[in-house]
T-cell receptor, first 113, second 112 residues
Framework: NAGVMQNPRHLVRRRGQEARLRCSPVKGHSHVYWYRQLPEEGLKFMVY????????ESGMPKERFSAEFPKEGPSILRIQQVVRGDSAAYFC???????????FGEGSRLTVL | GQQLNQSPQSMFIQEGEDVSMNCTSS?????WLWYKQDPGEGPVLLIA?????ELTSNGRLTAQFGITRKDSFLNISASIPSDVGIYFCAGQLISNAGKSTFGDGTTLTVKP
């Protein structure tokens, strides 16, 4: 009865390094969403993927950020050449696609030194 | 883009008191959702509302989808210590798309 699984839970990177965040959705869910949360703020939409396709990436910065959800394996959010402003909690959520109800993972907390 | 104004930002109440929080938007949404987030965890869905005017309960929680489609409120009755956390409203323009706009949250503290 696994929910959304995210790893790593915590990640520390130095400026200029790459960060890779992984998300395995609820079994049977083919829709994945990535959100970003800064302290004391709500979640900000980044990208919506449905198996192998990016449906909406309007919230994701055009540079350095990319996301994928391959046919096999977890969804990956990749941040290249990280900067201090990338420090945040990144949450993945999944859904069946039939409703707007999202099931969230526990988040990956990125700290950029 | 769409923005949600959630209020109050924080609340400090005594155990047993009722709580009310709300969200307003300058544009309409077709779905309103309320989530709770505990420290270090991801948000958990509490209530989903799909029709204007809809009033839905989940135990001690009651939420309403405003008739104008631009607002929603959440009430918690007879609060208990485990109600502590951050409550977020979220609106969706397309009901099954999952892309949500979140409010900045209401932090609830319950004193025993």
């Amino acid at each position: 009865n696994a929910g959304v699984m995210q790893n790593p839970r915590h990640l520390v990177r130095r400026r200029g390094q790459e960060a890779r965040l992984r998300c395995s959705p609820v079994k049977g869910h083919s829709h994945v969403y990535w959100y970003r949360q800064l302290p004391e703020e709500g979640l900000k939409f980044m990208v919506y993927l449905q198996k192998e396709n990016i449906i909406d990436e309007s919230g994701m910065p055009k540079e350095r950020f990319s996301a994928e959800f391959p046919k096999e394996g977890p969804s990956i959010l990749r941040i290249q050449q990280v900067v201090r402003g990338d420090s945040a909690a990144y949450f993945c959520a999944s859904s069946t696609g039939n409703t707007g109800e999202l099931f969230f993972g526990e988040g990956s907390r990125l700290t950029v030194l | 883009g769409q923005q949600l104004n959630q209020s109050p930002q924080s609340m400090f109440i005594q155990e047993g008191e009722d709580v009310s929080m709300n969200c307003t938007s300058s544009s309409i949404f077709n779905t309103w959702l309320w989530y709770k987030q505990d420290p270090g965890e991801g948000p958990v869905l509490l209530i989903a509302l799909y029709k204007a005017g809809e009033l839905t309960s989940n135990g001690r929680l009651t939420a309403q989808f405003g008739i104008t489609r631009k607002d929603s409120f959440l009430n918690i009755s007879a609060s208990i210590p485990s109600d502590v956390g951050i409550y977020f409203c979220a609106g969706q323009l397309i009901s099954n798309a999952g892309k949500s706009t979140f409010g900045d949250g209401t932090t609830l503290t319950v004193k025993p």
